[in-house]
């Protein structure tokens, strides 16, 4: 069952220890009741007695079916999930003496990552004796920061980890600049105006 995990983390029924408990809820009045007739209250209701604030003086419970109240839950931790935005890091390699065609395809990859959102890793792989190129690497990291600087803030400045000479790069948040382009409205108000004014006339 995909409620399993929230099992547990709620007495229920009998398993409430505190002589009373405040209730609320749509269909019962609320207030503090002894826990026997909070029982008793739920049974007429076909549903549960359930703990929701245990530390509470005294405790607050509520009168809903146990699995439609995990349902409940379930469902708003996924909302929340929803709402946190993820950030995914896109890698792209080079080589150490990458050409102008390969280095031009993997520049409008990032450009593409940057636009969704996306954070961008670049490296640049040293095979053997190629690390004696290390300065090119760094040459070839900072000109592809260079030529993103419209779509990306440097996260971390070229740095050789191992065999790899990395940056990290975030994507630039922009104001979205489409809207600008849209000046209908205010046509439509000196239209209005225009008409007015033949009225007035």
């Given at each position: 069952?995909?409620?399993?995990?929230?099992?547990?983390q709620?007495r229920?029924?009998?398993?409430?220890r505190?002589k009373?408990?405040?209730?609320?809820g749509?269909?019962?009045?609320?207030k503090?009741?002894?826990?026997?007739?909070?029982?008793?209250?739920?049974?007429?209701h076909?549903?549960?007695l359930?703990?929701?604030s245990p530390n509470?003086?005294?405790?607050?419970?509520r009168?809903i079916?146990?699995?439609?109240?995990?349902?409940q839950?379930k469902?708003r931790?996924?909302?929340?999930?929803?709402?946190?935005v993820?950030?995914?890091?896109?890698?792209?390699?080079f080589?150490?003496?990458?050409?102008d065609h390969d280095?031009?395809?993997?520049?409008k990859?990032a450009k593409?990552?940057?636009e969704?959102?996306?954070?961008?890793k670049?490296?640049v792989f040293?095979?053997?004796?190629?690390?004696?190129f290390?300065?090119q690497?760094?040459?070839?990291?900072l000109?592809?920061a260079n030529?993103?600087?419209?779509?990306?803030?440097?996260?971390q400045l070229p740095?050789?980890?191992?065999?790899r000479?990395i940056i990290?790069?975030s994507?630039k948040?922009?104001?979205?600049p489409k809207?600008v382009?849209t000046?209908?409205?205010?046509?439509?108000?000196?239209?209005?105006a225009?008409?007015?004014e033949?009225e007035?006339?």
């Amino acid at each position: 069952m995909k409620n399993d995990s929230l099992k547990g983390q709620h007495r229920i029924n009998e398993q409430i220890r505190a002589k009373e408990v405040r209730i609320v809820g749509d269909e019962v009045e609320a207030k503090v009741y002894p826990i026997a007739q909070a029982l008793r209250l739920a049974e007429e209701h076909e549903a549960d007695l359930v703990e929701i604030s245990p530390n509470a003086e005294p405790p607050v419970c509520r009168i809903i079916d146990y699995s439609k109240f995990l349902y409940q839950l379930k469902k708003r931790q996924k909302e929340q999930k929803a709402k946190q935005v993820k950030v995914n890091v896109k890698e792209i390699r080079f080589g150490p003496q990458t050409d102008d065609h390969d280095y031009n395809f993997k520049l409008k990859h990032a450009k593409g990552f940057l636009e969704d959102g996306d954070k961008v890793k670049a490296y640049v792989f040293f095979k053997g004796r190629s690390i004696l190129f290390k300065e090119q690497g760094e040459v070839l990291l900072l000109r592809f920061a260079n030529d993103l600087e419209d779509y990306a803030k440097v996260d971390q400045l070229p740095v050789l980890e191992g065999k790899r000479m990395i940056i990290q790069l975030s994507p630039k948040k922009t104001a979205a600049p489409k809207k600008v382009a849209t000046p209908k409205p205010a046509d439509n108000a000196s239209k209005a105006a225009a008409a007015e004014e033949q009225e007035e006339e």
